[in-house]
């Protein structure tokens, strides 16, 4: 079987939504696994000295526009959060804790994260409402009210992004393909051309 | 006639070279026009805070490799210049001194400017390169080297980009059709839509 794709994005992060629709379908097409890997934007911008979009003059507005414009090209709901951007530790911690036993189980948590945060408007910062729909999923609501504010799955989340980013990941979505690097929704055709020929 | 699509282009941006060798193409197809608009990058920069991309921390060394792979992708050659990024009032001012009198001999020298960029690593922010290639399209070079110190002309690319800015363009390529603003080349299949379905 050929290397597992590597699927980087932030629970906060539109267009790694819309890659998160799309990723695994895409990678199936041509044989290929996808390994999810929630980061945390607040540290990458930090360490890249980059700013959240809706903060960039001009750019911020653009983006903003282009979010709804970027679901609607890609058959993709979405409405645009009232919060926004959130930091995301509450549930990439989440992810991780369900992921430790089963991915499958932590790819549909993560799903239901996004069209809570990006069509039914919830703050899924608020542990509490991470929780509630990892409850609704079948998990230990009591259980991962616990991990969330275990040392140990905190550490792990922080280590994840620290070798995301030393790997080069700087913003989301961010695909590797073996080891060619794809950054943005918007690469997603080149992701299909590399995954047919092997690279061009 | 349905209105003329604006092009706004930095002639030091790889993404806005390869758009420049597609938008009359895809305007064409659909009856539209396309009118050509240099920009200054380093002014939009200032105002919107951002940094050169080559600057950002790992989105450099990804933009550099993205650079190229997007030009292959899109079939369009391309060269990395040793010098990059680069002024560019020169070529701009040049163009514009050109498109008073000519819109299609502008674009013509626009291709060939970008072409010696992007191809033949000739550093175009020196007024005498951009002046040598004007000059193999036919134009006077005497005139153009006083026109480049010009006050006059100085001040119009100067108000282009304060134009564009208020318009709220900040990178390049950046496109409005009609009012709909797009940024990148990667929107590139947006605008394709947008023009076939008069919006989506």
Redesign the interface.
Known sequence: MARALDFYFDFSSPYGYIASTKIDALAGKHGREVIWRPILLGI?FK?????PLPS????G??SR??FA??A??HGVPFRQPSVFPIPTQAPARAFHWVNERDADAAKALAHALYRAYFLDDVNISNPSDTIAIAEGLGHDADALRAALEDAALKDKVKLEVEAA?AR????SPFVFVDDE?F??V??L??IE?WLESGG?
Chains 1, 2 share one sequence.
């Open positions: 990458t360490r890249t000295g980059q700013a960039v003059p001009l750019k507005d653009y526009h282009d414009r970027s609607r090209y980013i080069g990941v700087f913003g690097p950054w943005g918007d690469r055709d080149q051309r061009f």
